[in-house]
C-alpha cells in the first residue's frame, strides 16, 4: 500500500497543513502504518505535489511559522478514485493492512467499489478455509535437537490452529455484516431515487 493514497484520502475530507496530517498519522494512522517521521510526510506531499496531486496555500500564523494547506486537485482526486476502484489482490493474511485501508477510504467515496472490495476478499476466505481447516496438520520429527519438546510442540501448534481458525471466522462474520449493510443502503437509495423520479413524473 502506497502511503500516498492514505494521505489523498484524509485531504480528500478537508484541506490540511502537513503539521495536521502528521498529528492525524501519528493518532488514526498509526494503526494503518507504524514508524512514520514527519520528515517522510513531508516527502510524500513534495512527491504528490511535484506529480500534480496536490496543491497548497500558504497560511499565515503569528508568531508562528507560516503553514503550508494542501489540498487534491483535479489530477489527485482520479488518483484517489483509481486506487479505490483499482483491483484487489488478497494475500493469505486476513486482515490485511491494505484492505482495512482501502476499504474504509472506499465506503464513504464509492459504495459499489467498497462492495467489490468485500466479496473479493470474501470469496478468497471461503476458498481459503475450505482448503485449511480440514488440512493434515500432523507435526513430523526426525531426529530433532534435544532441547524440542514434541509434545508441547504438538500442543501449541494447535492452539495456534484453532485461534487462528476462530479469527478468521470472526472476520468473515464481520466482512458478510459489512456487505449486508452496504447491500441494504443501496437497495434503499435505489427505492429513494425511485421514488423521486414517481414524484417527478406526476
Not at 28 to 55: A, K, N, P, V
Not at 97 to 105: A, G, H, I, K, L
Not at 177 to 185: G, K, P, S, T, W
Request: aromatic share 10%; with cysteine.
Amino acid at each position: 500500500m502506497k502511503f500516498e493514497f492514505v494521505l489523498l484520502a484524509v485531504l480528500a475530507r478537508c484541506p490540511l497543513s502537513g503539521f495536521d496530517l502528521g498529528k492525524w498519522v501519528e493518532k488514526e494512522g498509526q494503526f494503518l502504518r507504524s514508524r512514520m517521521h514527519h520528515s517522510q510526510i513531508y516527502r510524500l506531499l513534495g512527491r504528490m505535489e511535484s506529480d500534480g496531486w496536490i496543491e497548497f496555500e500558504v497560511d499565515p500564523r503569528e508568531k508562528r511559522p507560516d503553514a503550508k494547506v494542501y489540498r487534491l486537485t483535479p489530477l489527485g482526486h482520479d488518483a484517489l478514485l483509481e486506487w479505490v476502484r483499482s483491483p484487489y489482490d488478497p494475500p493469505s493474511r486476513f486482515q490485511d493492512p491494505d484492505f482495512v485501508t482501502r476499504f474504509s477510504f472506499a465506503v464513504p467515496l464509492d459504495r459499489r467499489a467498497a462492495v467489490r472490495l468485500i466479496r473479493t476478499e470474501l470469496d478468497y476466505r471461503y476458498a481459503q478455509i475450505a482448503r485449511n481447516r480440514h488440512r493434515d496438520r500432523s507435526l513430523r520429527f526426525v531426529d530433532p535437537i534435544p532441547e524440542l519438546d514434541q509434545e508441547l510442540a504438538r500442543e501449541i501448534a494447535d492452539e495456534l490452529h484453532h485461534y487462528g481458525a476462530a479469527a478468521v471466522d470472526t472476520w468473515v462474520a464481520w466482512l458478510e455484516r459489512m456487505l449486508h449493510r452496504l447491500d441494504d443502503a443501496e437497495d434503499e437509495g435505489q427505492t429513494e431515487q425511485a421514488e423521486q423520479k414517481e414524484g417527478t413524473a406526476r
